[in-house]
T-cell receptor
C-alpha cells in the first residue's frame, strides 16, 4: 500500500482565496483524521470521520473551514476564504478501530500571504 | 477535556540514555501513544501503552502509570538520527464516541549531540 496520500504537498495562496486540501486514506481504514500543526499550537485535531461520517468537528476553528468525505477513499478539507493565520502544515491520518496506530500522510504545507 | 504536558526541549549526548516525561489529565482514557516526528516530516508511531508498566521495543521503551496520569519514553544508546520531536498522545474513551481520537501534547524536541 502506498500509505496515506495527500495533495498538494505545498500550497501558496493569497488571502481571501479558496484552498482545497485532499487526502486518500489507506485502503480498508475506516477512520480518517484531519490535523493542523503550527509552532504555536502544536498538532491539533480538526475533524475525524468514521465510515465516511463526520464524528467530531469540534476542532474546526470556524465556519471558513469545512471537510467532506464523499466515499471511503477520498476526503477534502476546504478553507474559504483563507487568511494568513491559516498558514500551517495540514496532516491527514487514517486507522482502523482495532489498530493502535494512526498512519499519517506527508502533510500539506499551506502558506497564505 | 484533555490536558497533556511534556517538556519543550531536551538535549542529550550520543550513546547516552534519555527519558522524556509526559503527564496527562483526561476525562476518558483508552491508551497512551508516543510518536516521533523528524523536522519537516509526518509523525510516525513509536509505542502504545494501555496497561500500567513498561513496554520495550528495541532501544525504545515506554512506561505508563494510569493512577498517576504519567508516562515516559526512554531512549537508550542514543544516535544522532534520534534528534526529533517526540509527541505524547492520549486516546479517548471508546464509550463516549471518542474512539480512536488522539489528543497530542506539544511535543518534546530532542537534540542529540556528539
Amino acid at each position: 500500500d502506498a500509505g496515506v496520500i495527500q495533495s498538494p504537498r505545498h500550497e501558496v495562496t493569497e488571502m481571501g482565496q479558496e484552498v482545497t486540501l485532499r487526502c486518500k486514506p489507506i485502503s480498508g481504514h475506516d477512520y480518517l483524521f484531519w490535523y493542523r500543526q503550527t509552532m504555536m499550537r502544536g498538532l491539533e485535531l480538526l475533524i475525524y470521520f468514521n465510515n465516511n461520517v463526520p464524528i467530531d468537528d469540534s476542532g474546526m476553528p470556524e465556519d471558513r473551514f469545512s471537510a467532506k468525505m464523499p466515499n471511503a477513499s477520498f476526503s477534502t478539507l476546504k478553507i474559504q476564504p483563507s487568511e494568513p493565520r491559516d498558514s500551517a502544515v495540514y496532516f491527514c491520518a487514517s486507522s482502523t478501530l482495532t489498530d493502535n496506530e494512526q498512519f499519517f500522510g506527508p502533510g500539506t504545507r499551506l502558506t497564505v500571504l | 477535556g484533555q490536558n497533556i504536558d511534556q517538556p519543550t526541549e531536551m538535549t542529550a549526548t550520543e550513546g547516552a540514555i534519555v527519558q522524556i516525561n509526559c503527564t496527562y489529565q483526561t476525562s476518558g482514557f483508552n491508551g497512551l501513544f508516543w510518536y516521533q516526528q523528524h523536522a519537516g516530516e509526518a509523525p510516525t508511531f513509536l509505542s502504545y501503552n494501555v496497561l500500567d508498566g513498561l513496554e520495550e521495543k528495541g532501544r525504545f521503551s515506554s512506561f505508563l502509570s494510569r493512577s498517576k496520569g504519567y508516562s515516559y519514553l526512554l531512549l537508550k544508546e542514543l544516535q544522532m538520527k534520534d534528534s526529533a520531536s517526540y509527541l505524547c498522545a492520549v486516546r479517548g474513551d471508546l464509550r463516549d464516541n471518542a474512539g480512536n481520537m488522539l489528543t497530542f501534547g506539544g511535543g518534546t524536541r530532542l537534540m542529540v549531540k556528539p
